[in-house]
């Protein structure tokens, strides 16, 4: 099982590099999947543990096997990742150490495409489920069979980004009911022009926009965004890999707004219009994985890492009363 759910992590040396300067203390990975960034980070830096968070219960079966070796450094815990404040607080109480650092590797792996049964691949045919937690919540079928047409349109354009979201929302709702991922991309296939195939799989921007409806994983993204400033005292380091622009925009975004970026003073003075100002990032834009990385990862094409390091703590709202 854990040589089933190993994948090669992306950009593992500019995350070691980000962590590498942080306090001793515990780093939380919010998607530990199987366990590649945290055993990375237990290795490669001594004076850190690591507490993983997984919704998928496969993950944190195989993470758990896989950072064994670890001993007391290593915890993993099935949860989503918006539980991030309370496990972080839980882990507080437990071991008396800070959580230093918070790591997001968004996004499905690659292991979970790779499984049929797990629905997450047009390759393939197999249930229509896409859950990142098979154990609960609606399934793929439940919006490709379900949702309205105007419904599929709006997530096949928010989430998938794509120009041909009413074609391929009517082409489904006409073929009705699917019952498999094959016969959901033979459908979606059919429904865009020649020269539009031969750019790639229309459907795989259908499938990813489906994981990201079925998942809630832009909501669930924006509630744990807001409870990293609490978690991390000064210092401590939030790191996060998106593949989605959607998400990309929002973590840059967030990370914009906590180091200063709504601040409308004139440059060169101190802030005088109460922008929040409690974190500062480290680096100018989105870190890429460079060419070697890509050629022996193609993974790594689309991802965007970005970083902040908390400055000051966040006031507790309850002090200010």
Known sequence: MDQDFRHEPVMVTEVLDLLGPLPPGWVIDATVGGGGHAAAVLEAHP??????????????????????????????????????????????????????????????????IDRPERGFSYRSAGPLDMRMDPSSGMTAADVVNGYEEAELAR????????????????????????????ALAEAVA???PAPARRRGHPAAR?????????????????????QVPGVL???????VLAYHSGEDRMVKDRFRSWSGGACTCPPGLPCACGAPRFARLLGRGARQ??????????????????AV????MVPDPEDQS
């Not at 404040?85 to 071991?95: G, V, W, Y």
């Not at 989430?159 to 699917?178: F, K, Q, S, Y």
């Not at 994985?289 to 970005?306: D, I, T």
């Open 47 to 112: 004076h850190l543990s690591v507490l993983g968070l997984d919704r998928d219960g496969a993950a944190v079966a195989a993470a758990s096997r896989r950072l064994a070796p670890y001993g007391p450094r290593a915890q993993v815990v099935g949860a989503r990742f918006d539980r991030l404040a309370l496990e972080a607080e839980k882990l507080r109480r437990q071991t008396g150490s800070d959580v230093v650092g918070v790591l997001f590797d968004l996004g499905v792996s690659s292991v979970q």
């Open 289 to 306: 994985a460079g060419a070697e990385e890509l050629a022996a990862n193609p993974r790594a094409s689309a991802a965007r890492l970005r």
């Open 233 to 239: 005292p000064r210092a401590g380091r939030a790191l």
């Open 155 to 182: 997530i096949f354009r928010d989430n998938g980004e794509t120009r041909w979201a009413g074609r391929m929302a009517r082409a489904i709702v006409a073929a009705r009911p699917l019952s498999d991922t094959a």
């Open 190 to 192: 059919g429904s865009v």
């Open 206 to 226: 259908v499938f990813q926009a489906l994981r990201i409806e079925v998942n809630a994983e832009l909501e669930v993204l924006s509630a744990t965004l807001d």
């Open 309 to 312: 390091e908390m400055v000051e």
